[in-house]
């Protein structure tokens, strides 16, 4: 005990005293402010979950209605697509129609009439070769169904490949005029005036229909049966949908043009790298009819057993139907979809 006072001096003892007073001045410090202090842990606490709680009810609302909207464009395209799949089928067989893609202005009374001519055109031609009722038959029959079926079919696909060049620039065009603040219909009559043939022809009946009081989106709608191409049905579903479903213009046509770029350089590159197969398979193709032209002048009475004798008539009968299927199996395998 007596050494504990001897250690005990005053200034231990104040010292002493001074931790016990802060110790007791905390304890009443924390006694009182410690429920006010927990409470706005708390506060914090719950307003920060229920920001959060917002949040995530946002989030799931804008997710909501982004699969809603995803939904109805989905939905649109489809039964646009199916509109126009059947609206193709029920019109692949038309020849009148056939004609108008083609860009002519005949009648189907005139191609009829222009098909007799060169039908009895090329029977005169085959006479003159041999007067031998098949070959005069076969020459007349396509003259009078082959060759003018085949200038259409030439007419309207390179129609369709001038609409195709010319597509993008057009598009291009109606997003600068979105961009500037001008409404669609004078994009669309600008491109009807500036554009090449025959995108200006196509565009120029868009406003044409418009002016009778159709809207634009059925205006639009009317392009694919004119030119039956995907590009076409692209730029009919974009503007369909934008009409019903709102939307900024000016991006979804420059998406659109982008993928329109994106075809043609797709088509450029398949394109080359199918030349030589179709080199190939024209070589393979017109050889033996070179081949039996070749003979016809060297050695007339060598090759026209075939075309004198009932057994080589037959061989070049059964030779033609192999021709025919060996090219049909070749553009086939260089013809490619994309």
């Known amino acids: 005990m007596a050494d504990l006072q001897a250690y005990l001096t005053p200034e231990i003892t104040v010292v002493a005293i001074a931790l016990l007073v802060a110790f007791s001045i905390g304890g009443v410090l924390y006694a009182l402010f410690q429920p006010r202090l927990n409470g706005e842990l708390n506060r914090e606490k719950r307003i920060h979950e229920i920001s959060a709680r917002h949040e995530i009810h946002a989030d799931r609302l804008k997710a909501r209605d982004a699969d809603r909207r995803r939904k109805n464009v ?13 609206r193709q089928k029920k019109e692949s067989l038309d020849l009148e129609l056939r004609i108008k893609q083609a ?18 055109a090329a029977a005169f031609a085959g006479f003159l070769v041999k007067p031998s009722p098949w070959v005069v038959g076969a020459f007349g029959f396509v003259g009078f169904l082959g060759l003018p079926r085949w200038f259409v079919a030439w007419r309207r696909k390179k ?9 993008p620039n057009a598009v291009d065009v109606i997003v600068r005029g979105a961009k500037a603040g001008l409404p669609v219909n004078e994009c669309i009559q600008i491109v009807a005036a500036e554009a090449r043939e025959p995108v200006a022809s196509e565009f120029r009946r868009i406003v044409e229909t418009q002016t009778m009081g159709v809207s634009l989106a059925e205006a ?10 995907a590009e076409a049905n692209f730029f009919a579903i974009v503007i369909a949908i934008q009409q019903q479903a709102g939307g900024s213009l000016s991006e979804a046509l420059g998406n659109l043009s982008k993928v329109l770029r994106g075809r043609k350089t797709l088509q450029g590159k398949i394109k080359a790298m199918s030349s030589e197969a179709k080199a190939s398979a ?7 009819f070179i081949v039996i032209a070749l003979l016809s002048l060297t050695s007339p009475d060598y090759i026209g057993i075939l075309f004198e004798d009932p057994t080589g008539n037959l061989i070049l009968a059964g030779g033609l139907c192999w021709m025919t299927m060996g090219i049909l199996v070749m553009r086939k395998m260089i013809n490619f979809d994309h």
């Open 74 to 86: 989905q939905d649109q395209l489809k039964e646009f697509e199916e509109r126009q799949r059947s």
């Open 103 to 120: 860009g002519l202005s005949w009648s189907k009374r005139m191609f009829w009439l222009v098909s007799l001519l060169i039908g009895l």
């Open 159 to 167: 129609r369709f490949n001038a609409f195709l060049d010319e597509l």
């Open 220 to 229: 639009v709608a009317r392009m694919p049966k004119r030119v039956p191409v």
């Open 282 to 288: 024209g070589i393979i193709g017109s050889l033996p």
